[in-house]
């Protein structure tokens, strides 16, 4: 394992300036509020899911297929857009990102047919919110090097934190005012915060990019029709479905398991258990990125890996023994989502140590299609899973599974692959 202090000592590697130095905290900052201009379409789902159903007059299965194409389009597309990023640079694809994020709500708001909610909410959103994120974690790691972990983990943390601001605003304002009301005014709010933040996006001087751990230093920049070909990838890519299955099942259908558990009005500190639940969630789901992105800078990508998946699959077992207990519901919830939202700062730094920075964009937009296909297992099929078993104990049951599967891959196949791997490029 090379550690930061040893990535930046090591003869040959450049230090970065004080001057890129500073700059890189002012672009971390401008891709964070980036990030959080974006989280509200995927994190506050589903508070829209019981007004939106009562509004089209449709089941949950149908209604969540929006979420589904959100994250499909979020991601499927993904590498084509990190090409353009790579192409055009940040700036204006990131702002392109941001308005469509943002405008997805506000077309949104005016619908009134199922395949129009679709179009809008699922396909523009998934189109803006894709551009966005591939585009600032394929900045960060190149910005930080040295601090790969924690810059990718950094980013994600405004993508997994940014609801926290709009949780409770929105669950208010949908009550007061409506859906439609709601979704107007914040998808505009988020178009203007988002569209000023990436004004300032800058990609690094090409001599600052390329600074990197002695291990880095020696991994060339594999193009994605390089990387495809690696088994490592296509392992990752198997371990990055399974956990944004399972995440992405709690994520998309909490509300309407808190109702069946019977603990959405319960009063927990004064405040109703649900958005306290996902306010809770947004905070650890945010903070888990960059902690266990700088523990794995540190302590190596799969050990933090093993350690982080197993927390979420004991944490949502006991989740699913402790139902009926308004309490532990929203102290587990946040513990589940502090096992689960790493993956955003693990997956793509791993992927950026192995195969290099030079292409580091276009080939996380390629793993990060895996977060596509989880959306489809933890969305509609779960809710058909829930739907035909008529409990939720067989679904939290798959999830769980899947959990403890990926800390297991992560420690005993991924880690030994990608040690040989990067010994062989050594040579």
């Not at 990197?212 to 230093?217: E, F, G, L, P």
């Amino acid at each position: 394992m090379t550690t930061r202090s040893q990535a930046i000592d090591t003869p040959g590697i450049e230090k970065l300036s004080t001057a890129t130095t500073h700059n890189r905290w002012l672009q971390l900052g401008l891709g964070l509020v980036c990030m959080m201009a974006i989280s509200s379409p995927q994190y506050v789902w589903t508070l829209m899911t019981k007004p939106l159903a009562a509004k089209l007059g449709i089941a949950l299965p149908e209604l969540q297929v929006t979420f589904s194409l959100l994250i499909i389009l979020q991601t499927f597309f993904s590498p084509f857009q990190g090409k353009l990023i790579d192409r055009f640079g940040p700036r204006l694809l990131i702002s392109i990102g941001t308005v469509l994020s943002g405008m997805s709500w506000v077309l949104a708001s005016m619908v009134q047919s199922v395949p129009m909610l679709y179009v809008t909410y699922g396909v523009v959103g998934g189109l803006g919110t894709g551009i966005v994120y591939v585009g600032v974690v394929g900045l960060m790691v190149r910005w930080f090097p040295d601090r790969r972990g924690f810059a990718a983990g950094a980013v994600a943390a405004g993508y997994g934190m940014g609801a926290i601001v709009t949780t409770f605003p929105i669950a208010s304002s949908l009550a007061a005012r409506g859906v439609d009301a709601t979704m107007l005014t914040f998808g505009i709010a988020f178009a203007v915060v988002g569209l000023l933040a990436s004004q300032g996006l800058r990609v690094p001087p090409s001599h600052e990019a390329v600074a990197a751990s002695a291990t880095q230093a020696a991994v060339a920049g594999l193009r994605p029709s390089q990387t495809l070909k690696s088994p490592i990838f296509w392992l990752m890519f198997l371990m990055m479905t399974m956990m944004s299955t399972s995440g992405l099942m709690v994520t998309s259908q909490m509300a309407t398991f808190a109702a069946d558990f019977g603990v959405t009005k319960v009063l927990v500190l004064g405040m109703a258990a649900l958005p306290l639940a996902l306010t809770i969630d947004r905070l650890t789901n945010g903070l888990t990125r960059p902690l266990f992105g700088w523990v794995s800078d540190r302590l190596g990508r799969e050990n933090t890996m093993c350690f982080a998946f197993g927390l979420e699959g004991i944490a949502m077992a006991l989740w699913l023994i402790t139902r009926d207990n308004a309490v532990l519901f929203v102290l587990l919830s946040g513990v589940v989502f502090f096992g689960w939202g790493e993956i955003f700062s693990l997956f793509p730094s791993t992927l950026t140590d192995t195969f290099g920075t030079r292409h580091a964009t276009e080939n996380y937009g390629w793993l990060y299609i895996s977060q596509g296909i989880g959306s489809i297992f933890g969305g509609p099929l779960a809710a058909l899973m829930h739907q035909h078993a008529g409990s939720w104990v067989p679904v939290f049951g798959t999830a769980i599974t899947l959990d403890i599967t990926t800390a297991v891959l992560a420690i005993a196949v991924l880690k030994p692959m990608r040690s040989r791997f990067l010994a062989a490029q050594r040579v």
